[in-house]
Nanobody
Framework: QVQLVESGGGLVQAGGSLRLSCAASGRTFSNDAMGWFRQAPGKEREFVAGVTWNGGRVYYLDSVKGRFTIGRDNAKNTLSLQMNSLQPEDSAVYYC????????????????????WGQGTQVTVSS
């Protein structure tokens, strides 16, 4: 099984940037699709961004398109999320997650389709 640990969260003013990282251990995740989700208080966990096993395809929540960039480095077993132009509505706990589905081109957006999760990192954007 893969263990995931997120880092990089924090407090930032509106318009600022943060870069989240997710380090994987236990086994390589190079054949897994990966994603970022977020959960704000009182809300359901929602998909933010996803990437296929080789980084060849990415997909974003509409509200973060053009502001967030997902990336992965399979050699280093890491996943990232660069977040620019942050807004207060982006405040949430951010989770990285993986799907052990092999080398497929489909990016799942439903949280139930992901097999393993990190513990989350808090992002707070002040207005």
């Amino acid at each position: 099984q893969v263990q995931l640990v997120e880092s990089g969260g924090g407090l930032v003013q509106a318009g600022g940037s943060l870069r989240l990282s997710c380090a994987a251990s236990g086994r390589t995740f190079s054949n897994d699709a990966m994603g970022w989700f977020r959960q704000a208080p009182g809300k359901e966990r929602e998909f933010v961004a996803g990437v296929t096993w080789n980084g060849g395809r990415v997909y974003y929540l509409d509200s973060v398109k053009g502001r967030f960039t997902i990336g992965r480095d399979n050699a280093k077993n890491t996943l990232s999320l660069q977040m620019n132009s942050l807004q207060p509505e982006d405040s949430a706990v951010y989770y990285c997650a993986g799907r052990g589905v092999g080398r497929v081109g489909y990016i799942a957006t439903n949280r139930t389709e992901y097999d393993y999760w990190g513990q989350g990192t808090q992002v707070t954007v002040s207005s």
